[in-house]
């Protein structure tokens, strides 16, 4: 079954903004209408570019260290971006483990119309999506985790929308790390079975 793909637009739309690419990812309104694997190339080139920090200092030494994995760093309302080995680990109570590499936004911001309190983003395969929203704007409230495959097929997914089956999710964030927990189903499909505890750590 297909994910929920709002969470992951206005998430591609966050990291593409933040990035600030006018040349080639096509700027943020590009992302927000188009496919999320089309929308993933767009924003991992514009993730390669050097952004500014708060104090105007270029980040590309960390760029070139990171192998172009900058995150969502920008001299405006995003985080700079950190060094490297940011990394995401998902533990399900039936013996999966998933691992990941991942771009994080850890401040709050607009977004399609929704404010996003954080988010991590991975591009391995299978990769992750997890976003927080906020209490402002059209989407609100809502919490997500996303594993999904190469063809964006999702794999397993917590999300506070499974409450009424059931299920749920609780995302924090302590500093620069996103935790979590909740009942993952897989296929994103709570109607379809029985759902399985984790929890997801995301070192920003």
């Given amino acids: 079954m297909r994910s929920r793909l709002l969470p992951t ?4 739309a966050v990291v593409a903004t933040a990035c600030g690419s ?3 990812s096509g700027g943020s309104d ?3 209408e188009v496919a999320p694997e089309e929308s993933s190339t ?4 514009a993730a390669a570019e050097p952004a500014e920090d708060a104090d ?5 030494d960390a760029t070139a260290e990171s192998g172009g994995d900058t995150g969502t760093g920008d001299s405006g309302d995003a985080p700079a971006p950190g060094g490297g080995g940011r990394t995401a680990t998902l533990t399900l109570d039936n013996g999966e483990i998933y691992e990941f590499s991942v771009l994080c936004s850890l401040e709050p911001q607009m977004a399609a119309g929704s404010e996003i309190l954080f988010t991590a983003v991975s591009y391995d395969d299978p990769g992750l999506d997890i976003t ?3 209490d402002e704007g059209t989407v609100t409230g809502i919490a997500n985790v996303s594993v999904y495959d190469g063809d964006y097929e999702t794999l397993w997914e917590a999300n506070t929308f499974f409450e009424a089956f059931g299920g749920g999710l609780e995302l924090t964030l302590d500093g620069s790390t996103i935790r979590g927990s909740g009942t993952f189903f897989p296929d994103a499909d709570p109607a379809a079975g029985e759902g399985v505890p984790g929890e997801i ?4």
Wanted: aromatic share 4%; hydrophobic share 45%; with cysteine.
């Fill in 132 to 134: 927080q929203f906020g």
């Fill in 201 to 204: 750590v995301a070192n920003c």
């Fill in 56 to 60: 105007g200092q270029s980040n590309g």
């Fill in 22 to 24: 006018d040349d080639d």
């Fill in 9 to 12: 637009l206005v998430l591609l």
């Fill in 42 to 45: 767009a924003v991992a080139d």
């Fill in 30 to 32: 590009a992302v927000s």
